[in-house]
């Protein structure tokens, strides 16, 4: 998942490093104070900045089991999970209005006629052909598309044996609008014989959204912790063995 930070090119250590930071405020009180001769860790005021560093040994670092990663650059598609409804492939449908100016007004005029040949041509086209998969959305999330990407077709089911997962591509019809609930209908074609869905089927559908090129700056979601105010923070291990604490900015999680 993405995470994207205002950091530079640097270190970050996992979240773990928050025992280390506490538990040297309880034994170890004060910047570099220390009980007994060889602390396991120390504090080091930093210039500028009310936040300590955290030195520890090489064998506390150990015991600990830090781990590492690199902050980097890495390409994230921006995607949304809308429910979908398994239809039959509707051919020769009739001509489709152009948008002027982007405005769907003429959508609105033709909805009508054109739902009872939808209707009827699902109920003549056999099951075992092309399917077509139909979604429902917002005209705000309609204009997020990238229009021409395809969707990921998946069950329900998130756990155990997810089972089918396809590619269904765009069909070029443009979308209908449903004047009962103010939503667009969207349609995606699953071509072939072989996609194992059935009718009236209902499945998760991931589509692309528009804005996802170039890259985000990233860390690994198990550096990230949160305090007690919901502030998200990384430790960065800017020296040898050295630890701060830096406050990073959330765009979204994707995977990890």
Known sequence: MKRETFLGEMAVVTAALLLATTGSHAAYPGAGGAVGKNPPATLKSMPGSDIKRVM??????????????????????????????????????????????????GFARVAGALAPRLAAAEQKVPATGDVWVRVALTRSEWESLE????????????????????????????????????????????????????LNQRMRVELQQSGSAGTRKVVPYGAVYYDAKGNPWVYVNPEPLGFERRRIGIERVVGD
């Open 147 to 198: 229009k021409d990407q395809p969707a990921r077709i998946l069950p329900l089911m998130t756990r155990g044996d997810a089972g089918v997962e396809l590619l269904a591509q765009p069909t070029g019809v443009p979308p209908l609008e449903d004047m009962k609930r103010s939503m667009l209908q969207l349609h995606y074609v699953v071509p072939g014989k072989q996609h194992g869905l059935k």
């Open 56 to 105: 520890l040994t090489a064998k506390a670092a150990e015991r600990l089991g830090i781990e590492m990663g690199k902050v980097g650059e890495r390409p994230i598609v921006r995607k949304r999970m809308v429910g979908g409804l398994v239809v039959r492939s509707v051919p020769e449908l009739p001509p489709q209005p152009k948008m002027v100016d982007g405005s769907f007004g």
